[in-house]
Each structure stands twice: as C-alpha cells, then as structure tokens.
C-alpha cells in the first residue's frame, strides 16, 4: 500500500505510530495524529481516504522493514539451513527480538495490533500479506517432516495448525499487556513455548 511522498509525511507516519501504539485503533484519534502532525485536515485527506487507510499503511510499512530487517539476518547467518525445524524457530525469534530492541515503538504497536484479533481491521490487515511468509514457514515444516523430525502418525496439516495457533496466541499465553516491554523476559518465554512445542509435557530428556 504505497502513498505519494508529501510535505511532513513522517511527521505524519509517526504520529499515527505513537497514537495507535498506545491506543487500541477504535479509541485512536485521528485529529490528535494530524494536530501533532502539524498538518491541515485537507493535506492528510489528499492521501489517505480515513483512519483506517493510515492505520494499514502504517500496519504494512513495518512488516516491510522487519521482513528486510530479517532477510539480511538469516542470509547472514551461514548456518541457517542445517538447523532443525525448533532451533530454526529459535534463531528466528532471536532475530525477531533484536528488531524490536532497534524498533521498540513497532514492537508496542504490534503488541496493540494483536489485541485487535476478533475486530475487523485486525483481518483487514492480515489480508495485504502477500504468501511469501506462509510458503517460507510451510517449506520448513515439510523439510522437517522429511527429515523425520516428528513422530509417526501425525499429519502435517495439523502441525501447521498447532504450532501457528501457538506463536499466534503468544501474547495470551503469556499473559502480555502492550505496556510489557521486556525482551529478554520475551525471549526466555519464547524458549519455554518452543521447548514445549518439541519436547512436550513429558519427561522425555534432552538428547
């Protein structure tokens, strides 16, 4: 979703990001983002139809940023392709963590962004994803099938769906507000998730 460049559209861009990581987007102003913008009513409707035009534009500039933000991590790190499927997670959540303590206001904001899960423009903006990040993920759970990294008699499909359903409802599982800013207590609980999607409850060890 590109805009044309204008006069004070950073300052625009954000001003929406400060309002709406701090506000569910219902209760987000648009007035508030445009007075502290410093721009007239009539520039922010030249290029953005409404609130929700702004909101998404801002939702795909920062997965832009963060999908080259990961794609200069991992084509850097040499040893990404020998990994298993669960120490592949790790590195990515790693990666994942380092670009919110570079961004720290789109970690807030994608914080807020999965509070809205069960509103419309929640599903709006899932929408724009283009499937290169679904066919990534579904590559590396097929090449750990191939390599036998499952148990037997476990469909793929229902593996793709356990594991999404819980990266997805990492915030509730935790139990995170959007004000929790603690990375580091994010990547210890990141660890435990993932241990637990390869280890389970059971008291199988380690190899």
């Given at each position: 979703m590109k805009v044309k460049?204008?006069?004070?559209?950073?300052?625009?861009?954000?001003?929406?990001?400060?309002?709406?990581?701090?506000?569910?987007?219902?209760?987000?102003?648009?007035?508030?983002?445009?007075?502290?913008?410093?721009?007239?009513?009539?520039?922010?409707?030249?290029?953005?139809?409404?609130?929700?035009?702004?909101?998404?534009?801002?939702?795909?500039?920062?997965?832009?940023?963060?999908?080259?933000?990961?794609?200069?991590?991992?084509?850097?790190?040499?040893?990404?392709?020998?990994?298993?499927?669960?120490d592949h997670f790790r590195m990515q959540v790693k990666f994942g963590l380092e670009f919110g303590k570079n961004y720290p206001e789109y970690y807030l904001l994608s914080m807020m962004f999965l509070k809205e899960k069960g509103n419309p423009i929640y599903y709006e903006a899932m929408a724009m994803r283009d499937d290169t990040s679904e066919k990534y993920y579904d590559e590396l759970l097929e090449k750990a099938m191939e390599r036998g990294e499952f148990?037997?008699?476990?469909?793929?499909?229902?593996?793709?769906s356990v594991l999404g359903h819980l990266f997805i409802r990492f915030n509730e599982i935790f139990d995170l507000k959007a004000a929790d800013f603690d990375l580091d207590g994010m990547l210890r609980n990141y660890e435990d998730l993932i241990d637990f999607m390869q280890y389970g409850l059971t008291r199988e060890q380690r190899s």
């Open positions: 460049s204008f006069d004070r559209k950073k300052e625009l861009m954000e001003a929406a990001l400060d309002e709406f990581s701090q506000k569910s987007y219902e209760d987000a102003s648009l007035n508030n983002i445009i007075k502290n913008a410093g721009i007239s009513k009539g520039t922010f409707y030249y290029h953005f139809q409404d609130k929700k035009a702004l909101y998404l534009s801002l939702i795909q500039a920062i997965v832009d940023t963060k999908i080259s933000f990961m794609e200069t991590k991992l084509k850097d790190y040499a040893g990404s392709s020998d990994l298993n499927l669960f148990r037997d008699g476990v469909s793929l499909p229902f593996i793709k």
